[in-house]
Each structure stands twice: as C-alpha cells, then as structure tokens.
T-cell receptor, first 110, second 111 residues
Framework: QKEVEQDPGPLSVPEGAIVSLNCTYSNSAFQYFMWYRQYSRKGPELLMYTYSSGNKEDGRFTAQVDKSSKYISLFIRDSQPSDSATYLCAMGSSASKIIFGSGTRLSIRP | GAGVSQSPSNKVTEKGKDVELRCDPISGHTALYWYRQSLGQGLEFLIYFQGNSAPDKSGLPSDRFSAERTGGSVSTLTIQRTQQEDSAVYLC?????????FGPGTRLLVL
C-alpha cells in the first residue's frame, strides 16, 4: 500500500463547477499537508499549506484536513479554464521527507 | 528573489553517455530534493539532502545514479551510462522548513 493515495483522474468538469480533489494517507505521523498545482511542462507550484485538521481558505481554494480519517481535500469554487492542471497532494512530518501523491489531472471545460 | 533554477533546461543524449544535471536552490534553504517525473506520471523521489546529514538515497533507481551537494548549496545529479528509460523530467526542489519550492526541471531525452 502506498503511503499516499490519489486518484489520477482525469477529471473533467464544466466552467463554474465546484471541484473536489482528494488524497488518503496511511502514516498517522504526517503533520503538515500541501497541495501543489502543476501546469503542463512546468514544475509544481505550492498552492495551499495546512498544519492542522480543519479548513483553510484562500480565495477560490479551500484545503481541508481530517486527521482522524487520514483524508485531505482541495476544493475549487467557481472553477475556471485556467485551473486546468495536475494537482498533487503532499504531506510530511519533522521526522520524514515529504511524500507526494501521484497527482490528479483536472480539465475545466469552457 | 530568485527561485530554484536548474540547468540545462533540455538535454538530449545518446544511450550509454553520462549526463550531469545541476540545481541551484533558493539561498538559505537547508533541504534539497531530486525527483523524476515521466510523462503524465507523478513525482518519483530520488534523493534528499538535509543540512550536513547523510543524504537519503533510498529513491535512486540504480547505481548509475548519484548526486552530490557541494557546500550545502548547489547540487548535481549524475546519470552514468544513460538508458532510454532514463528519459524523463528531473525536478529539483528546496525548502527551509516544511514547504518545497520547485525548479522548472530538466527534460532529458536519451536516444
């Protein structure tokens, strides 16, 4: 079993829809959680960073962490074609290197 | 301030040749990571440097791969006797605490 599981997609939704991206993990020692966005032929860029259970909002993006279920989510409201990219979850602890999910390919249809 | 830079941005080589990829991390970042990403795939961890500690080499796929980090700053990933399956994007990332900042990657094509 991988330490971090992420559905690879592809996920295709119409413009304006709410998008939900998810990851599950098995290591209860993970302390911090991140979401990266990667456009085609570019390196990943940090989108959201959270350290505790609960929600964190930044504009149209909301990151949610449920440590009891070992489940994290990224919600995108009012999705735009420019949100089309691959989204990678990542997590780590002070005692370990960061582990990435395999990424979900998202396409927003105009 | 400058982000993570990598060179070359693209590299085409012949099977059997050695290649050297360079990463310049963000100044002051103590941690440096190398990843490999094949087309349409996720990130494959290769090696992790943290300060003066011994590097975590657990992700290196074979003994043809090696990396070093000089003076706690610039890092070089070397692939000896390249094979066609080594073709991928090689990404470098640096971090000061928990979050990583990625370079643009080096696209390696082995013919």
């Amino acid at each position: 079993q991988k330490e971090v599981e992420q559905d690879p997609g592809p996920l295709s939704v119409p413009e304006g829809a709410i998008v939900s991206l998810n990851c599950t993990y098995s290591n209860s020692a993970f302390q911090y959680f991140m979401w990266y966005r990667q456009y085609s032929r570019k390196g990943p860029e940090l989108l959201m960073y959270t350290y505790s259970s609960g929600n964190k909002e930044d504009g149209r993006f909301t990151a949610q962490v449920d440590k009891s279920s070992k489940y994290i989510s990224l919600f995108i409201r009012d999705s735009q074609p420019s949100d089309s990219a691959t989204y990678l979850c990542a997590m780590g602890s002070s005692a370990s290197k960061i582990i990435f999910g395999s990424g979900t390919r998202l396409s927003i249809r105009p | 301030g400058a982000g993570v830079s990598q060179s070359p941005s693209n590299k085409v080589t012949e099977k059997g040749k050695d290649v050297e990829l360079r990463c310049d991390p963000i100044s002051g970042h103590t941690a440096l990571y190398w990843y490999r990403q094949s087309l349409g795939q996720g990130l494959e961890f290769l090696i992790y440097f943290q300060g003066n500690s011994a590097p975590d080499k657990s992700g290196l796929p074979s003994d043809r791969f090696s990396a070093e980090r000089t003076g706690g700053s610039v890092s070089t990933l070397t692939i000896q006797r390249t094979q066609q399956e080594d073709s991928a994007v090689y990404l470098c990332a640096s971090s000061s605490q928990e979050t990583q900042y990625f370079g643009p990657g080096t696209r390696l094509l082995v013919l």
